[in-house]
């Protein structure tokens, strides 16, 4: 059994000391952790564990610094949110708050954090559970780690970067109608066995959120047959391990408030014609889905709409994933996005630490009826190994999009 984790021997040494858990097995507890420059979970703003049968939510806390991030971008778009450092989960963002320029605020997720991070190798082993305490391998940053921005409490990075062409108007005999746009980018980089995994959300002045993990650090040095990987180095002797990044995001939405959201999937139809017909399905129960070419989703308010009348919503697209699916003891990887109605033990895709809820997200959705809805990407990317992925290797990274639709009336630059 290969361990991943880097935490302190001394302080897990009686954890570690246990014996190793079979796939599926509950995690052993882990031990709080209070080393200076690190904070523990926030207990303010942490989500306790439900009751038997609750899944009510705790009132939300408010954030100080340095915990509280406040940006208004060149273009008069603004975001509010604040951090967390949490034990299990590692970086999560709380009350993210969007204010398109001249416009009222309005809520867009009462948190968002990485939900696992799943490694099977095409050899069939290992296949890792990455996350499970990733706060506790959270990487100390420097300052060229953290170009133009800040570091908060050493973990954690706020900075703002270009993204390019925000738009570009070609007029008639005068001046093109253009501008540059800019990213607020949060992000932290966690040291899990040989990779190092940068975790980062890029809040774009058009209201747009990008999350995604970059995987960079070492490869495994797992050597196969060629059947199963790529020849590394010099001569052909040698072939390094292809695996899967099999990636899970929880996203707790509260669109304009908590109440009324609603998950609604579009499909177009037609595909060989020269007509396309737009299919809505609104999910009234907790559901799965996959991901096709021109399908997407969008979590939409029910009461609340913008100038035109038309009706909130934030789209959430992940088509770029690779589609992983497992043997019939990883059911999780079956499907693309998973909506579930919000319970606070239900934290991990996979391995779920929480002993009232169940161990992975495909378990979750049991066809509850949806009142207060949160949303599982999975996002895959299949690694084959190359020469050029030599010590230190090259960050790949993986994400989706989450699109404002409707939140204002116009462009809003």
């Known amino acids: 059994m290969f361990l991943r984790l880097t935490l302190s021997c001394a302080l897990l040494a009686g954890w570690l000391a246990a014996p190793p858990s079979a796939p599926g097995a509950p995690i052993p507890p882990l031990p709080s952790l209070t080393s200076p420059g690190r904070p523990a979970e926030p207990r303010a703003t942490a989500e306790p564990r439900?009751?038997?049968?609750?899944?009510?939510?705790?009132?939300?806390?408010?954030?100080?610094?340095?915990?509280?991030?406040?940006?208004t971008l060149p273009n008069g778009a603004r975001w509010q949110l604040c951090w967390e450092m949490r034990n299990v989960e590692g970086l999560t963002l709380t009350r993210i708050v969007y204010t398109p320029r001249g416009q009222r605020p309005t809520t867009v997720l009462r948190s968002t954090s990485l939900a696992q991070i799943h490694v099977p190798y095409d050899r069939g082993r290992p296949r890792y559970h990455d996350i499970g305490s990733l706060g506790y391998t959270a990487v100390p940053l420097r300052a060229a780690d953290c170009p133009l921005g800040e570091r908060r409490e050493q973990f954690v990075c706020v900075t703002t970067r270009a993204r390019g062409h925000a738009h570009l108007k070609a007029v008639p005999e005068q001046l093109n109608v253009t501008a540059q746009g800019r990213d607020l980018v949060v992000f932290a980089a966690f040291q899990v066995g040989w990779y190092t995994y940068l975790a980062e959300w890029?809040?774009?002045d058009d209201?747009?959120?990008?999350?995604?993990?970059?995987?960079?650090?070492?490869?495994?040095?797992?050597?196969?047959?060629?059947?199963?990987?790529?020849?590394?180095?010099?001569g052909a002797t040698g072939f390094e391990a292809s695996h899967t990044h099999n990636i899970f995001w929880r996203l707790d939405f509260d669109v304009a408030g908590r109440a009324d959201d609603v998950v609604e999937q579009y499909d177009f139809s037609g595909s060989g014609t020269a007509t396309r017909k737009i299919e809505r399905t609104a999910f009234a129960a907790e559901a799965k889905a996959v991901s096709r070419p021109m399908r997407w989703w969008r979590v939409v308010d029910g009461k609340v709409r913008n100038a035109d009348g038309h009706r909130v919503s934030w789209e959430i697209n992940n088509s770029d994933t690779a589609q992983y699916r497992?043997?019939?003891?990883?059911?999780?990887?079956?499907?693309?996005?998973?909506?579930?109605?919000?319970?606070?033990?239900?934290?991990?895709?996979t391995v779920n630490p929480s002993p009232r809820c169940a161990?992975?997200?495909?378990?979750?959705?049991?066809?509850?009826?949806?009142?207060?809805?949160?949303?599982?990407?999975?996002?895959?990317?299949?690694?084959?190994p190359r020469d050029e992925d030599a010590d230190p290797m090259p960050s790949h990274w993986q994400g989706f999009r989450i699109t404002p639709r409707d939140v204002t009336a116009k462009n809003p630059y």
């Not at 408010?62 to 406040?70: F, L």
């Open 207 to 234: 209201g747009s959120i990008t999350p995604r993990v970059g995987a960079t650090g070492s490869l495994a040095g797992f050597t196969t047959t060629p059947e199963h990987g790529w020849p590394i180095g010099v």
């Open 359 to 384: 161990r992975s997200v495909d378990r979750y959705t049991n066809g509850e009826r949806l009142a207060d809805p949160v949303l599982w990407v999975n996002v895959g990317f299949h690694h084959v």
């Open 326 to 349: 497992g043997p019939a003891d990883e059911a999780f990887t079956r499907a693309d996005l998973y909506v579930t109605d919000y319970r606070s033990c239900e934290r991990l895709a």
């Open 50 to 71: 439900a009751t038997a049968g609750a899944g009510a939510r705790p009132p939300a806390a408010p954030c100080n610094a340095p915990y509280r991030v406040d940006k």
């Open 202 to 204: 890029a809040f774009s």
